[in-house]
Structure formats: structure tokens, C-alpha cells
């Protein structure tokens, strides 16, 4: 691993290990109406943005960022992200955490399948057999629940979509990041003005306490994503994949050790085949990857 790549695992480790504690923040701001939490995730990610940007001294990505051909494909990713962040916050307060967790356990398949079908990756037979495996647990799960997990699918298409038009824009993270936000904040702004007119409505939470948590929804939703498109830029999306795992792991104990969601034999089944695919891609990945390395040496000259 180069010093590229070490960057990238690192920063991408980062990412997950803030995404998988983050339905901690997200309880204790259950007072908070989901839609409130969203506008204030968004309104306070965009002075987050700008300071690491000066910190940076990088703000000619800025202008590249918001140049119509960017920009039309980073508002698509800011709809992608935005409602993501709106069915996971609604999840985690609905207590379907675990149903939220096996959308992130599915999505490094998904990315799998996104490799092939848009960056023109081949897939091998172990990769197909941990797709169909997984689609077997989602199967499972779906009658655990008595509906399709559509919270499940939401999230990992939503974000496997997002990290495709991520990879295949060409722009710093934290610029990138800012235009997002900044197509999403006069939305935000004009919710939570109107929001705060209605009876009972607020704009700032319930109290004086409530206000520096949420400003700290800005940096707790944009050092994740930011680390998230550095390690992309910088790994294969298989790599990225496999990290993910660590995500949803944090966030299934929380669900079940802290929150203490119901965990049914089903449920157990459900998620037994999804662990079981992930075992299989993984172990592929890992063994491919150690024959390219082979293959590699083998291949200098002497």
C-alpha cells in the first residue's frame, strides 16, 4: 500500500467510524423533529465547509465547483445525499436502526454491481454468488418485517448512486461538498422559516441548550462525507466496500445493545446470509488482490 492509498484507507476509516456512531447523535436529539435536524444539518454543513476550505487555502476549487458542468452533477448528488440523511434520521427515531444497518451491509454489493455496470468492472463467480447470498438475506428480512426493507434499499442505492457521481467528478471533496450543501441550504432556510411560524414551531430546538448541538450537526455530517470522497478518490470502489462493513457493524451493536430493537431468530437469519455474502466478497477481494500483487512481482524486471 503506497502513501496514496494509506491516505485514503485512513481517511476512509474515519468516515466509517463517524457514520456508525452517529445514530447516537441522532437519539439524543429525538426532541427534534426530523425535518428540523435535516435543515440544521445542512444550513450549519456549509460554514463547516467553508473553514475547511480556508484551512485548505484551496478556494480556486470553489469556482471549478460551481461551474455549470460540475455543478449539474453535484446537485444530483445533493439530492441523493440529502434524502439519505432524511430516511436515516427518520429511521433511527422510528427504532428501525437494524433495518437502516442492513441497508449499509448491502451497499458494498451494490457498489459491486455499480463497478460493472457503469465503470465496466468484471465481476468473478465468488462476486456473484455473494450477491446472490445477499439477496437471499434481503428476502429473509423483508418477511421478518412483513414488508420489503425499503428502508434498507433507500439507503444503499441512495448512497451507492452518491459515491458513483463522486468518483466520476473531478473536483476537491471539500469544494465538491460545499456546493451540495449550498444547493440544498435555501431549501433548508425557507423550511425552518416557515417551520418557525407554525404553532409550536421553533427554529433553533427547545431550549438554549439545543442550539450549539445543532450547529454541531454541521461538522458531524460534513467531516464524514468529506473523508468519505477523499478515500474514494484515492481506492478502488472493492476497497471501499469492504471498509463499509464497519459502519453498519457499530450501528447494528447500538440497535441492539443500546437501543435494544427486537432481534428475532429471523432477523438473525436475515442477517446471517448478509454476513455470510460479505464473507465471500470479502475473502475474493482478498484473494484477488493478493494474486494481482504476485502476479506483479513476477512481472518486473530482474
Not at 183 to 205: C, D, E, N
Not at 264 to 286: K, R
Amino acid at each position: 500500500m503506497d502513501s496514496v492509498q494509506r491516505f485514503g484507507f485512513l481517511t476512509g476509516l474515519g468516515a466509517y467510524f463517524i457514520w456508525g456512531s452517529l445514530p447516537l447523535y441522532i437519539r439524543m436529539m429525538r426532541h427534534i423533529q426530523p425535518q428540523e435536524l435535516l435543515a440544521h444539518r445542512i444550513i450549519w454543513s456549509v460554514p463547516t465547509a467553508l473553514v475547511l476550505i480556508a484551512i485548505a487555502r484551496n478556494w480556486r476549487d470553489i469556482r471549478a465547483a460551481f461551474r455549470w458542468n460540475t455543478l449539474k452533477w453535484l446537485a444530483l448528488s445533493s439530492v441523493l445525499i440529502g434524502s439519505n440523511w432524511a430516511t436515516y434520521i427518520w429511521a433511527v427515531n422510528a427504532d428501525r436502526n437494524l433495518e437502516a444497518s442492513l441497508g449499509y451491509y448491502i451497499n458494498p454489493l451494490v457498489n459491486v454491481l455499480f463497478g460493472m455496470l457503469i465503470f465496466g468492472e468484471r465481476l468473478r463467480r465468488a462476486q456473484w454468488a455473494a450477491v446472490g447470498i445477499a439477496t437471499i438475506g434481503v428476502a429473509v428480512m423483508a418477511s421478518a418485517i412483513g414488508h420489503m426493507p425499503w428502508v434498507s434499499l433507500f439507503l444503499c442505492f441512495t448512497f451507492g448512486f452518491y459515491a458513483v457521481i463522486r468518483k466520476k467528478v473531478l473536483i476537491d471533496s471539500r469544494a465538491g461538498f460545499l456546493a451540495e450543501v449550498a444547493v440544498l441550504a435555501p431549501v433548508a432556510l425557507l423550511y425552518l422559516a416557515w417551520f418557525s411560524q407554525q404553532p409550536g414551531g421553533r427554529a433553533f430546538g427547545t431550549g438554549p441548550g439545543d442550539v450549539p448541538l445543532l450547529m454541531l450537526a454541521g461538522p458531524i455530517t460534513a467531516f464524514p462525507l468529506i473523508l468519505f470522497a477523499l478515500a474514494a478518490k484515492r481506492l478502488k470502489l472493492s476497497t471501499i466496500g469492504m471498509m463499509q462493513y464497519i459502519g453498519p457493524t457499530l450501528q447494528f451493536l447500538i440497535a441492539i445493545f443500546v437501543f435494544r430493537e427486537a432481534f428475532t431468530p429471523t432477523h438473525a437469519v436475515a442477517f446471517g446470509f448478509i454476513w455470510m455474502a460479505l464473507v465471500v466478497f470479502t475473502t475474493d477481494s482478498l484473494l484477488g488482490e493478493a494474486k494481482a500483487r504476485r502476479l506483479a512481482r513476477t512481472a518486473r524486471p530482474v
